[in-house]
């Protein structure tokens, strides 16, 4: 007989019943993985469907702190936020984002008020609220300015953590910003107030739906974010941004988008081995919802896959918008 290991190994019999998949299942999924992005609008009583992400409604502030109460009923640890900015809040200095009575700043406040236990992650990045759309200052060029981008991003983050913001997260890929937005923070006493960087951020064409939701995809028209986003194409890159995060005082770093970069996790984890999150963002939200539509996929069944293969790839948290979907299953699994 050759050296081979059949049929002395059989890798089916471990496979053979639901116990022992159970007992050699290497990570598992849980609620307490999941943030969930919400998109917020101006006024009360005011509930808008996103065309482009089914399922996913934008809310005032008043009932996005009535709907929170299952979502925190549901052991949900975090929401992020996003505003959806009116046009006359918008500017080429982005003033609105560090207004301390701003759409963020005031759902902020509302739902630590209702929910001391909730985790609020704010975004930190300037696109809500710039007229062009760009997540920074930008000079006649069109070009944006890095540091005078971070200047704004600090006040920004300094508001958000004044509203009572848990995390900061900025998601504007200006270089040095999670160094300065650190220092503002213990500067101002705010030593517990965290920061989630979008470390590797890729340009990315799947962040499509969330700017038809945040009302940005207007304002870019043509425009692209090549000159701060990363490459698709990089990976050592990657590490190479998460590290200088990190020397920067980011508590928890970020891939993103999702399921197209498991690979960029998996780096990530394995070189850091610090608090590493993906987010799966909205073109994977959609994608799976258009194939699930047409009857070509089962939802529930390929959302919890996607989920359990982000931890699979080294993941400790993912930002969601099937959270409280997928926060339902695992309850009554
Ligand atoms: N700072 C903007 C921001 N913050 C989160 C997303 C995308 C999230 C998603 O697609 O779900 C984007 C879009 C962008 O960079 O243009
Ligand atoms: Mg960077």
Redesign the pocket.
């Known amino acids: 007989m050759s050296n081979r290991s059949y049929p002395f190994t059989r890798m089916r019999r471990m496979r053979a019943d639901d116990f022992s998949r159970r007992l050699m299942r290497e990570n598992t999924l849980s609620v307490d993985d999941l943030i969930y ?1 919400v998109f917020i609008l101006d006024g009360t009583q005011q509930r808008e469907e996103v065309s482009s992400m089914p399922g996913v409604e934008r809310l005032s502030i008043d009932l996005l702190v009535e709907q929170a109460e299952s979502w925190v009923a549901l052991g949900i640890p975090a929401l992020a936020l996003f505003p959806v900015v009116d046009s006359a809040h918008k500017s080429l200095l982005a003033e609105y984002a560090y207004d301390p009575e701003g759409l963020i700043q005031r759902a902020t406040r509302a739902l630590k008020a209702r929910f001391p236990q909730l985790g609020i992650v704010t ?1 930190v ?1 300037l ?1 809500p609220y710039t007229t062009h759309g760009q ?1 920074g200052i930008i000079d006649e060029k069109g070009y944006v300015i890095n540091d005078i981008t971070n200047e704004v991003l600090v006040k920004q983050a300094l508001s958000h953590a004044d509203a009572g913001a848990d995390i900061v997260a900025p ?2 890929m200006m270089d040095g910003r999670i160094g300065d937005i650190r220092v503002a923070l213990e500067d101002t006493g705010h030593h517990n107030v965290r920061i989630m960087s979008y470390a590797a951020k890729y340009a990315s064409s ?2 499509g ?3 038809d939701a945040v009302g940005t995809a207007g304002n870019l028209g043509s425009g692209n ?1 090549y000159t701060y ?1 990363m490459d698709p194409a990089n990976s050592d890159e990657a590490l190479h941004e998460v590290e200088m995060d990190l020397n920067e005082g980011a508590d928890m770093v970020m891939v993103k988008p999702g399921m197209p970069y498991l690979d960029v996790i998996r780096r990530v984890k394995d070189n850091f081995g610090v608090p590493t999150f993906a ?1 799966q ?3 994977e939200y959609a994608m799976l919802q258009a194939a699930a539509a047409n009857g070509w996929l089962d939802l529930d069944s390929v959302m919890i896959e996607s989920l359990v293969a982000f931890k699979r790839a080294g993941a400790n948290g993912i930002l969601t918008y099937f959270a409280v979907r997928a926060a339902e299953l695992l309850k009554n699994q």
């Open positions: 992005p975004d990045a696109d997540d998601s504007d799947f962040y739906p969330f700017r974010k986003q987010y963002v909205s073109g």
